[in-house]
């Protein structure tokens, strides 16, 4: 399933396998688009989907919260301090648009900035994507590491307009449709479904 456009921003999701325990919801792929590039892995089985439908959840309810004071800065910049900080050994002497290394780390994660990745192994790939509320718009950046640095031709950004209090926005119009699709409650539908369709296919098979 693909909620949005794929070239400005869109989830897609796919659900191989559903489970009924919480934690692991379903196995199958979680992709987002930006800009009509894809970040993740697009591959059946390729992770437990929990954390990655959580994370869309949290999104939702946590707007208007995503904000720091770098967040009009250039893509590429916001990109290469957001690598520098968290993967790479400066001894913490590094300064990241007037802030220290602690002050930074401190914002992306306090603000909740990093999307991706959510936890699970869905982003395994060495995709990010980082969110921004700035005003009623949101910002998302996308890049890719595929070694310890950023490639600069993997970044990507898409700019979504209309974000305060309970508007129906561009970034609501295709999280929320993915959350309510792919409830805890569908995934169990569809086990239920797989272990009727199991049993049947072994009375056959008897």
């Excluded at 869309?56 to 707007?63: L, Q, S």
């Excluded at 950023?150 to 700019?159: F, K, L, Q």
């Amino acid at each position: 399933m693909t909620v949005g456009d794929t070239s400005i921003f869109a989830i897609e999701s796919e659900i191989t396998r559903a489970f009924e325990k919480p934690s692991w919801r379903g196995l199958g792929f979680f992709v987002i688009h930006i800009a009509g590039h894809d970040y993740g892995i697009k591959s059946p089985g390729q992770s437990m989907l929990a954390c990655s439908f959580d994370e869309v959840g949290t999104r939702i309810t946590g707007r208007g919260t995503h904000q720091a004071p770098f967040a009009e800065a250039p893509a590429i910049d916001i990109a290469n301090a957001y690598t520098s900080a968290i993967y790479l050994d400066n001894n913490g002497n590094e300064t990241y648009f007037g802030m220290n290394e602690g002050q930074f780390t401190k914002t992306l994660y306090s603000n909740s900035l990093v999307w991706a990745p959510d936890g699970d192994e869905a982003f395994d790939d060495g995709s990010y994507v980082l969110q921004f509320d700035v005003g009623d718009r949101v910002r998302l950046i996308a890049f890719k590491r595929p070694e310890s640095l950023v490639d600069p031709a993997s970044v990507r950004e898409a700019w979504l307009i209309g974000l305060q209090n309970h508007d129906c926005t561009e970034f609501l119009a295709v999280t929320i449709p993915l959350v309510r699709g792919l409830s805890y409650s569908a995934a169990a539908r569809l086990a239920s479904r797989n272990a009727v369709r199991s049993i049947e296919g072994n009375d056959r098979a008897i």
